[in-house]
């Protein structure tokens, strides 16, 4: 489950300076501002965010009927989803090293209604900012006792709620010294899979926002702001763990920007 940076199209993509990619990025922001239009949805195709231009469809999409076995309700895995799965620092036998943190909300629809039994899945870097998987091997220690991935399902109104550690900022070779910011990646299934969402959760006041193709790719601000997660003392608790609130709008204007996945 856990997604390492995507390699780039050629050995040359990495020799763009953070400045040149800085230049890239405003002039898009300046046309996309001129032009007066709205996109609530990343670019799918944004050419300062390199991988893109072999990731994105190229082709009109057409439908097709999905399998028998698609149009059944998630596979949870080999067992049922514990309640247990939600807190990712009680997976191994020691504490992960890290902040730890309570990240809650709700998935609603664009009428404002909760959406219940979502299974709501997530998986990140550790506080270093290292993925458990074989692509990523930039210098960061690997935590033995935290493994990135949990999972829950949303109650009667809606609700999600995870324990996990604050996960750190990450390289990505999309340019040179190019630093993810700390996110999150969350994936939602409706009844089945076909209707399967990712997306991802940052942290607010991150410096990285402003120098990262990824987050500009959605030309929105008021989308991108959709993004970031709010602190939130009630959630909050003492001497033990800080709290964030991040709702997960489905649908309508103002849902939150999700990843293309085909």
Do not use: C
């Amino acid at each position: 489950m856990q997604t390492p940076p995507a390699p780039l199209p050629d050995s040359d993509s990495a020799s763009a300076s953070q400045a040149e990619m800085n230049a890239e990025m405003a002039v898009i922001s300046a046309e996309y501002a001129a032009a007066g239009t709205v996109e609530h949805q990343p670019r799918l195709n944004y050419a300062p965010y390199r991988s893109s231009l072999l990731r994105h469809p190229t082709k009109d999409p057409h439908h097709v009927d999905p399998e028998t076995i698609e149009l059944f309700a998630p596979v949870f895995g080999h067992r049922d989803v514990a309640r247990l799965e939600s807190d990712l620092t009680i997976q191994a036998t020691g504490e992960p090293v890290g902040e730890r943190i309570i990240v809650t909300g709700r998935v609603l629809d664009g009428d404002g209604r909760p959406v219940r039994d979502q299974l709501v899945e997530i998986w990140q870097a550790n506080a270093a900012g290292r993925y458990i998987h074989k692509r990523d091997q930039h210098p960061a220690p690997i935590d033995p006792n935290f493994t990135g991935v949990g999972r829950t399902l949303t109650d009667h109104e809606g609700r999600y709620r995870f324990t996990t550690i604050k996960p750190g900022p990450y390289p990505w070779k999309n340019h040179h010294n190019a630093w993810r910011p700390a996110h999150i990646h969350f994936s939602l299934f409706g009844t089945d899979f076909t209707q399967r969402l990712v997306t991802q959760m940052y942290f607010s006041g991150d410096p990285l926002f402003a120098l990262d193709p990824i987050y500009q790719s959605i030309l929105d601000p008021a989308a991108r702001a959709r993004l970031v997660a709010t602190y939130d003392h009630d959630v909050t608790r003492h001497e033990w763990a800080t709290g964030y609130t991040w709702d997960i709008v489905l649908t309508g204007s103002y849902r939150t920007p999700m990843e293309e996945t085909a």
